[in-house]
């Protein structure tokens, strides 16, 4: 695989374009966890979740290992799937602690993949990784787009210095 800006430019592409997919996905999960920890989620919108492509890939760093682990994951298949598992499982984790940012939001991310993979099932004639990439899409975007009520207050853990 060659990566090129505009190799980048293409993946950040067809990443915007699964919107129609990912965005209800997301709002699934987040209904899903919001009923299992007892709280309300936002849902998210397919504007927010542009938004956030548009920040993954602003950050060219961030955006050509993104890419990387995009277009591994399109391409990615292995005969009869069952071999491949743990290399898409192991790929679509890191995608999604990728896109979710730093701690612990990463680790989120990944835990949030493993959820998110179990609902996404892809089609007989998609390559085993389109599956897994779809949920490293939820999970990753998930975690970055507020709407969970602890990320929008201080954390009683912050020490002041001062």
Same mark, same amino acid.
């Given at each position: 695989m060659r990566l090129t800006p505009n190799r980048v430019a293409d993946e950040r592409d067809w990443v915007a374009g699964q919107a129609e997919t990912v965005v *209800? $996905?997301?709002?699934d999960v987040r209904d899903d966890l919001g009923e299992?920890? #007892? $709280? #309300? +989620?936002d849902h +998210? %919108?397919?504007t927010q979740y542009q938004t956030e492509v548009d920040a993954v890939f602003? &950050? /060219?760093d961030l955006a050509v290992n993104v890419a990387a682990l995009v277009a591994i994951l399109r391409d990615l298949d292995v005969e009869g799937d069952y071999p491949g598992f743990v290399v898409d499982e192991l790929l679509g984790r890191e995608l999604a602690a990728t896109i979710s /940012? %730093?701690? *612990?939001?990463? %680790?989120l991310g990944e835990a949030t993949f493993h959820y998110a993979d179990v609902h996404v099932h892809g089609s007989s004639d998609e390559n085993a990784g389109v599956d &897994?990439? #779809?949920?490293?899409l939820t999970a990753g975007f998930q975690e970055r787009i507020p709407g969970w009520e602890w990320t929008e207050r201080d954390s009683p853990f912050a020490v002041d210095s001062a």
């Open positions: *209800p $996905t997301i709002n299992l920890f #007892e $709280t #309300e +989620v +998210v %919108t397919e602003a &950050d /060219g /940012g %730093t701690q *612990p939001l990463r %680790t &897994d990439l #779809e949920a490293a």
